[in-house]
């Protein structure tokens, strides 16, 4: 059996161009790919939440959220819409957006009421949900800033949606944690 070796480096990009899914090749420095970096840099940011929580509901919506993340930028690197069609994990439904209003509402019923704007804070899973949670919503404006043509609906629906719940873990984790909320 032989199995080919794949290197991490290509060199393709050398010149300060990337490639998207149709094969298009644009600056780094394009909107689009500005805006699934940022969708990255969430992911990484996730991850990193992960790394330092240590409650289990928290950690596997954050992993089912990597793995739509993955989805969703895949989705944004292919201006023809075309990748959905061949590559099945690469689906952003409304039932996704759903299962993250479910979430939603779940850790909400646990809080108590919101009544004033929160600080950023608390315990380390908290603050780093607060700080994934800014990552999403530059993530969401650098999605505005393309244009609704240039993504599904649901795509921008699941990034609103995903700073909510973002925010609410993040009151979650710290109600969790025994860590005070700081009211502004």
């Known amino acids: 059996m032989i199995i080919d070796v ?24 394009d909107p689009r790919v500005d805006a699934y970096g940022h969708v990255d840099e969430l992911n990484a940011w996730l ?12 950690t596997e919506k954050l992993l089912q959220i ?5 989805a969703l930028g895949a989705r944004l690197a292919d201006p023809r819409h075309r990748i959905a069609e061949r590559v099945s ?13 479910g979430w939603i509402d779940a850790f909400d019923a646990e809080l108590p009421r919101l009544r004033r704007f929160v600080l950023a804070g608390g315990s380390q899973a908290g603050a780093l949900l607060h700080v994934a949670r800014t990552v999403c919503r530059r993530a969401e404006r650098a999605m505005v ?24 873990m993040a009151r979650a984790a710290n109600r969790r944690a025994g860590a005070p909320e700081v009211e502004w």
């Open 47 to 58: 991850g990193l939440v992960i790394a330092n929580a240590t409650d289990r509901d928290l």
């Open 66 to 70: 990597q793995r739509d993340l993955f």
């Open 89 to 101: 994990k690469a689906a952003i439904s409304p039932a996704d957006v759903s299962r993250l209003e």
């Open 145 to 168: 800033d393309l244009g609704d043509a240039a993504y599904e609906n649901e795509l921008l629906q699941y990034m609103n949606r995903l700073s909510d719940l973002l925010f609410t």
């Open 6 to 29: 794949v290197k991490i480096y290509t060199r393709t990009g050398d010149a300060g161009d990337t490639a998207l899914f149709d094969g298009t090749r644009v600056s780094k420095s």
